[in-house]
């Protein structure tokens, strides 16, 4: 029971997978896709037998369409057919398409083996079978009974791979191949007869329209003849090989020389210069198409073409739809004819990638759309050729030279002047740049040397006035002279550092570091502001936890610490605490300057400080409007960086430069 079971089974899923063509007089001969099934081999290594085998299995799957259309597949095809002969006359298996690479047809004999016939485009020539523009099959005659035969079709190709598969006996076989041959040799001698007018034009006129028209011809003509439908052989065996082995070498030459054709009908260089950049581009792609066949990438050139055939044909057609809509008149003709063009790449392009269902219809489509496109483009070329005479052909050539040259003038002139402007904008702002910022350092130099000067100076101001007032005994002079001494020594230290500092600056700020401590720093900078500390009555903490040797320029850090130390005297109410901090990390050493504030204070506002706008102390001291910003650029000059905060009521100014390490000197912004 198992084994029946089997069998039943067996049976039924062969008839799923496979339909049994009956030959005869009255059999059509039209493609039979829906009668046949096919095997998928990814390794391209099974045989026969082994193909036989699985067909048994069930592994075969049943073709829906009447034309197959396996895609740009590196895949090889088996193709099994089966028939039953009632007509008791020779039946024949036609491939109706030739350029298909690798054919191996498969039969059995008398005595059930398989026999094998090898053909292909690039195959050599193969007497056992006919092999024109398609390839027919001698189908075995040895048993006319109802038993169904099976043969089988081992296909390879480098391109898109399409099956149109016919059956028939010999009568129906002669009428359905004169039947399409009478039709495509109709458009043949339209295609042949175009040709050599154009050609003939071109000798007259001179035109370079019709010389890219002709080649566009010629080209198309071996692509869709020679090549699609198989024509070559007419033409040699060494044509058709080179042709199958380079279609698309043809098709982009086609393509190349209908972009220029348009370039050249529509006027584009005058009517639509800013279209010269997609017409190189389209060029290009069809170019390196055309390279790609000819190193032997067939496969991928055939990926390459259904993109840029339909892309091309719509870029030129809205070209000239454009470029008509700007009166050009003629092009309507060309507006007409293109669309054809794109409707049939386009039609033919989805086709073949499956999109739509490749039939009879598709098969001959593009040949029929191709015609019909060359009529209307003669029409258009003939229109143009009657409203253009010998002279009028001359005058437009001179004017169109004119105004290319007009163009060429316009073009070369505005580059002139922009690089003229271009070239002047970036000397003055240069220049302006230049002066702002000489008068930024002059400005800062003024501040400097007022800020350095002030307090000190007041200091002994005050000094001289309460002598001049008699308030002060020669006992209290004498002490406030000593305690002054080290003040003084050092106002005429910085003076003189100050002075130098600024002759060596009139070329601009230049960072020089060197090796000090900021202990020693600070302490005699402390020295200098003890008796404004002492007139305000204030008292200052120094906390020193790390004395390691920093790496910055000496002058511009004794600015901003004599800047910062001055703006905590100035703005620390009467009685109040300024404390400094000296600490450190691995690369630096960190500075502290805290003073506590009176009112509210706006953080943000401090840390945005640019020291435009003068302020006033908690004793009425009057500053020089310096602020924090020339602070911070010294700072950030030494590889540091400046910042504000607030903490427990307390204005925090720190910041940081780098420690001196032996043998490496941090590299400082200029």
Request: proline share 3%.
């Amino acid at each position: 029971m198992r084994s029946l079971l089997f069998l039943l089974l067996f049976f039924i899923s062969a008839a799923a997978y496979s339909q049994v063509i009956t030959v005869n007089k009255d059999l059509p001969y039209l493609s039979l896709g829906k009668s046949i099934s096919y095997l998928i081999d990814t390794s391209g290594r099974l045989t026969v037998d082994q193909v036989v085998e699985k067909e048994k299995t069930g592994r075969f799957l049943r073709s829906n369409t009447d034309i197959l259309n396996f895609g740009n597949s590196s895949s090889t095809f088996w193709i099994k057919v089966s028939y039953r002969n009632q007509s008791r006359h020779k039946a024949y298996l036609v491939l109706d398409v030739s350029s298909i690479e690798s054919i191996d047809f498969y039969s059995r004999t008398a005595a059930g083996s398989f026999t094998k016939i090898h053909t292909g485009s690039l195959a050599p020539e193969n007497p056992e079978l006919i092999a024109a523009n398609n390839y027919i099959f001698t189908l075995p005659d040895y048993n006319y009974s109802a038993v169904p035969q099976d043969v089988y079709l081992r296909l390879r190709t480098d391109n898109i791979l399409l099956v149109p598969l016919k059956m028939a006996v010999s009568e129906r076989l002669v009428e359905g191949l004169n039947s399409t041959e009478r039709v495509e040799s109709i458009y043949i001698g339209i295609l042949t007869a175009l040709f050599f007018f154009n050609i003939f034009v071109f000798i007259r006129s001179k035109d370079k329209a019709y010389f890219y028209y002709s080649v566009y011809i010629l080209s198309l003509f071996i692509y869709m003849v020679c090549y699609f439908r198989g024509y070559s052989y007419y033409l040699g065996y060494d044509f058709r090989i080179f042709v199958n082995t380079y279609p698309y070498l043809f098709l982009g030459m086609g393509s190349v020389a209908g972009i220029a054709f348009s370039r050249s009908f529509l006027n584009l260089k005058v009517l639509l210069p800013q279209s010269k950049h997609f017409i190189q581009l389209l060029i290009g792609c069809w170019i390196f198409t055309m390279i790609l066949c000819l190193l032997g990438y067939k496969s991928y050139c055939s990926m390459l073409v259904q993109v840029l055939t339909g892309t091309s044909s719509l870029v030129i057609w809205l070209l000239g739809v454009v470029v008509y809509y700007k009166g050009y008149k003629p092009a309507l003709y060309y507006i007409i004819a293109w669309a054809f063009v794109c409707l049939t790449s386009v039609w033919v392009v989805l086709s073949l990638s499956n999109v739509f269902v490749y039939s009879e219809v598709s098969f001959k489509f593009a040949p029929l759309g191709f015609i019909l496109e060359l009529l209307l483009l003669s029409l258009a070329m003939g229109d143009r050729l009657k409203n253009l005479t010998t002279e009028q052909l001359v005058v437009q050539s001179e004017k169109m030279r004119i105004q290319e040259e007009n163009l060429y003038l316009i073009s070369t002139q505005n580059e002139r002047l922009e690089k003229i402007v271009e070239s002047r904008t970036k000397s003055l702002r240069k220049m302006v740049k230049s002066l702002e910022e000489a008068n930024a350092d002059k400005s800062r130099l003024f501040s400097i040397i007022a800020h350095d000067l002030r307090s000190p100076f007041n200091s002994l101001i005050s000094l001289y006035s309460l002598n001049d007032l008699d308030l002060l005994s020669l006992e209290e002079v004498k002490m406030l002279l000593n305690d002054s001494r080290k003040s003084f020594d050092h106002i005429h230290n910085t003076l003189n550092n100050l002075l130098y500092w600024a002759q060596s600056q009139l070329k601009g700020i230049n960072t020089v570091p060197s090796r000090f401590n900021m202990r020693v720093l600070t302490n005699d900078l402390m020295l200098v502001y003890q008796p404004l500390i002492k007139r305000k009555n204030m008292t200052t903490e120094i906390i020193i936890t790390d004395e390691e040797d920093v790496y910055a320029d000496l002058n511009q850090i004794n600015l901003v610490m004599r800047n910062l130390i001055d703006n905590a005297i100035k703005f620390t109410p009467l009685g109040g605490h300024i404390h400094l901090k000296i600490w450190g990390n691995h690369n630096f050493i960190y500075i502290d300057v805290c003073n506590p504030v009176v009112g509210v204070l706006d953080i943000n506002q401090l840390a945005e400080d640019s020291g435009s706008e003068p302020s006033y102390g908690t004793s009425n001291e009057r500053g020089v409007g310096l602020g924090l910003q020339l602070c911070r650029d010294f700072v950030e000059k030494n590889n540091g960086l400046l910042k504000a905060s607030k903490e427990e009521g307390r204005v925090v100014l720190r910041f940081n430069l780098p420690k001196f390490k032996a043998g490496i000197a941090p590299t400082l912004n200029k």
